[in-house]
């Protein structure tokens, strides 16, 4: 059963325009945590930012941020004044402590930044 | 400096010729994962050693295994490679025992091709 899911395959946004990545994770453990990956073509992965399932407030990090809504499931990017250099694969992950730190991925999001 | 360390970054293989890729880390940390990630897709987690157990996931094919040595070194060792084997495989690390187990910490990866 697919853990994490990304509903948007690709996404076509303008420049300085903010963009939501969807992501939402099925767990039925208490204890976890929810990561946002970004890979260009370049291949490297590169952490955007994490958040805690017991953590009260969302993450945020620079133009990035995370809409973590425990209830619903969801663990949204948000990245604030899209860049050129935005354009990249946007994976999200969750990490699971109760199966000795598990961590998988959804299966992205690729972001196109228009000019 | 770098911290996780895939070598080689490129290798060739021939069908059914035993391969072995491996990944060194500098960190000290306690969680390494071996990923395989194809073209435009996300990374599948093969198997990751909490310490020394090791934990292989269900649809992670018989042919391939991997080994923990001592805490730095991690191999994923392919026995029999076929066409469908050539992928990115990237090596991680976390680090939960000592808290720093909010990111994943990558290796540059290992381009495997399979003539």
């Known amino acids: 059963a697919q853990k994490i899911t990304q509903t948007q395959p690709g996404m076509f946004v303008q420049e300085k325009e903010a963009v939501t990545l969807d992501c939402t994770y099925d767990?039925?453990?208490?204890?976890?945590?929810l990561f946002w990956y970004k890979q260009p073509s370049s291949g490297e992965m590169i952490f955007l930012i994490y958040q805690g399932s017991y953590d009260e407030q969302n993450a945020t990090e620079g133009r990035y941020s995370l809409n973590f809504q425990k209830a619903r499931k969801s663990a949204n990017l948000v990245i604030s004044a899209s860049q050129l250099g935005d354009s990249a694969m946007y994976f999200c992950a969750m990490r699971e402590p109760d199966r000795d730190d598990k961590i998988i991925f959804g299966k992205g999001t690729r972001l196109h930044i228009l000019p | 400096d770098a911290m996780v360390i895939q070598n080689p970054r490129y290798q060739v293989t021939q069908f059914g010729k035993p391969v072995t890729l491996s990944c060194s880390q500098t960190?000290?940390?306690?969680?390494m994962y071996w990923y395989q990630q194809k073209s435009s897709q996300a990374p599948k987690l093969l198997f990751h050693y909490y310490d020394k157990d090791f934990n292989n996931e269900a649809d992670t094919p018989d042919n391939f295994q991997s080994r923990r040595p001592n805490t730095s070194f991690c191999f994923l060792d392919i026995r029999s490679p076929g066409l469908g084997d050539a992928a990115m495989y990237l090596c991680?690390?976390?680090?939960?025992?000592?808290?720093?187990?909010?990111?994943?910490?990558f290796g540059s990866g290992t381009q495997l091709s399979v003539l």
């Open positions: 960190l000290n940390h306690n969680v």
């Open positions: 991680a690390t976390s680090s939960p025992r000592d808290g720093t187990n909010e990111k994943l910490f």
């Open positions: 767990t039925s453990d208490q204890s976890y945590g």
